[in-house]
């Protein structure tokens, strides 16, 4: 299974931009990258996800490196709420879903 | 629109006990799967599974039987449980299909200590 690598953790400032990056030099073609973030005591929501291209919602944008080895996870103004561990994932092909460590983000006001 | 429901919430258990932590779904998905996070760690993936009458192993399967008889239900038994099954549970849930890009919906998990 493919793995990914991410910081343990990360520092922003409210109201601030945050780039979350993911290494994942071993994808394969079909594999999706995931994002999810866990808020204390709370089970994991899905934040975004995408294949090549970069994908926009209204929670994140996800910026996708062409050579898809690497992805950046990007909240546009981070609230406190916005503090949580976030896990950048590869999905296989068979629908498995393996969490790594994810990064801690927390907001400072 | 209840989503992924499981039950119980909290369980406490004597070391050598079984149980089973109930998994149900009602949107109709295909893909069901459970995780377990110990204290300070990421999710840990323990079965999974792709329709009825389809399961397989995850990272961490030791100790833990599954089985899914209908769409909607994937309940997770353990047989003899041990103080190191001691944990918090989560069952999630999603469609599949040949690009696999949909989203995990998560339950709220179940708390389980085991004494």
């Known amino acids: 299974d493919a793995k990914t690598t991410q910081p343990n953790s990360m520092e922003s400032n409210e109201e601030e931009p945050v780039h979350l990056p993911c290494n994942h030099s071993t994808i394969s073609g079909t594999d999706y990258i995931h994002w999810y973030r866990q808020l204390p005591s709370q089970g994991p929501e899905y934040v975004i996800h995408?294949?090549?291209s970069n994908v926009n919602n209204r929670m994140a944008s996800l910026a996708i490196a062409e050579d898809r080895k690497s992805s950046t996870l990007i909240l546009h103004r981070a609230t406190l709420r916005d503090a949580a561990v976030y896990y950048c994932i590869l999905r296989h092909s068979s629908g498995k879903l393996i969490f790594g460590q994810g990064t801690e983000l927390s907001v400072k006001p | 629109n209840a989503g992924v429901t499981q039950t119980p919430k909290f369980q406490v258990l004597k070391t050598g006990q079984s149980m089973t932590l109930q998994c149900a779904q009602d949107?109709?998905?295909?893909?069901m799967s459970w995780y377990r996070q110990d204290p300070g760690m990421g999710l840990r993936l323990i079965h999974y599974s792709v329709g009825a009458g389809i399961t397989d192993q995850g990272e961490v399967p030791n100790g833990y039987n599954v089985s899914r008889s209908t769409t909607e239900d994937f309940p997770l038994r353990l047989l003899s449980a041990a103080p190191s099954q001691t944990s918090v549970y989560f069952c999630?849930?999603?469609?599949?299909?040949?690009?696999?890009?949909?989203?995990?919906?998560f339950g709220s998990g179940t708390q389980l200590s085991v004494l």
């Open positions: 999630a849930s999603s469609t599949v299909g040949a690009t696999t890009n949909e989203k995990l919906f």
């Open positions: 995408g294949l090549t």
């Open positions: 949107m109709n998905h295909e893909y």
